[in-house]
């Protein structure tokens, strides 16, 4: 009940930032479930849950539920935004699960942004667990990937102590593969993310 209300307050103040900023299109909890879903990434990556949609831009591009972004827009990295009352904490994940490709995602997923303990929306104040890194090839094979962008919010708004080391740039890409949403947030005890959104790239 209390988590069904907070979602609603949290929508609501969603439909209000955008009504303000008209910056991306709005959706209903089902329509963004059903495109999860299509694109397989409920069940895959994360697991079913009523999920809020998350504002991505990277520069003038716009990421919204499956739709595809040219391979240059990932050389930015992605401003990210969401309603956030004072005082709370969230984890921020892309990750890209088609790697190298669909077919045979044998580094799936590979994590291309791990940033934590944001204090409420301003990612300035973030720890960089992996800093941002676009679409590396020849690592993303010619084809159509998935590109997916998490938010976790803490529980009781308590920081969030990160096992892993910190992963600097291309030094150490290769800790950046087998990357698993779901057991990442269980270790840390993010339960499940609270707004999700997800494009498609197409590697000639
Ligand atoms: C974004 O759009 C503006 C205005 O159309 C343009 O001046 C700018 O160069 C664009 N930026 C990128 C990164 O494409
Ligand atoms: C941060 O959250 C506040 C309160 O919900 C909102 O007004 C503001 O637009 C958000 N900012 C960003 C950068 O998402
Ligand atoms: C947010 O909370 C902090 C700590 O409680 C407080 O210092 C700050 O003034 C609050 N900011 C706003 C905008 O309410």
């Not at 539920?65 to 050389?75: K, M, R, S």
């Not at 790697?99 to 720890?127: A, C, F, M, Y």
């Not at 667990?129 to 803490?154: C, F, M, N, S």
Request: some cysteine.
């Amino acid at each position: 009940m209390f988590r069904s209300l907070t979602s609603i307050i949290y929508l609501s103040l969603y439909t209000v930032t955008l009504t303000f900023t008209n910056r991306a299109p709005q959706r209903s909890t089902g329509d963004i479930l059903d495109r999860l879903q299509e694109a397989d990434i409920v069940d895959d990556i994360i697991q079913r849950a009523p999920y809020e949609p998350l504002e991505v831009h990277h520069g003038n591009w716009t990421v919204d539920f499956g739709n595809e972004l040219p391979i240059q827009a990932f050389d930015m990295q992605p401003q990210v935004r969401w309603p956030a009352p004072n005082g709370t904490m969230y984890t921020l994940v892309v990750v890209g699960p088609d790697v190298p490709h669909r077919d045979k995602p044998e580094q799936r997923d590979w994590l291309h942004w791990l940033l934590g303990n944001i204090h409420n929306n301003d990612t300035t104040s973030g720890e960089s667990r992996a800093d941002y890194i676009g679409i590396e090839r020849p690592l993303y094979q010619p084809g159509t990937h998935r590109i997916v962008y998490l938010l976790y919010k803490h529980q009781d708004n308590q920081e969030v102590f990160f096992f892993a080391s910190v992963i600097k740039g291309r030094k150490t890409m290769y800790k950046r593969s087998f990357f698993s949403p779901i057991f990442f947030a269980r270790l840390h005890e993010l339960i499940h993310p609270e707004a999700v959104n997800f494009c498609y790239v197409v590697v000639p």
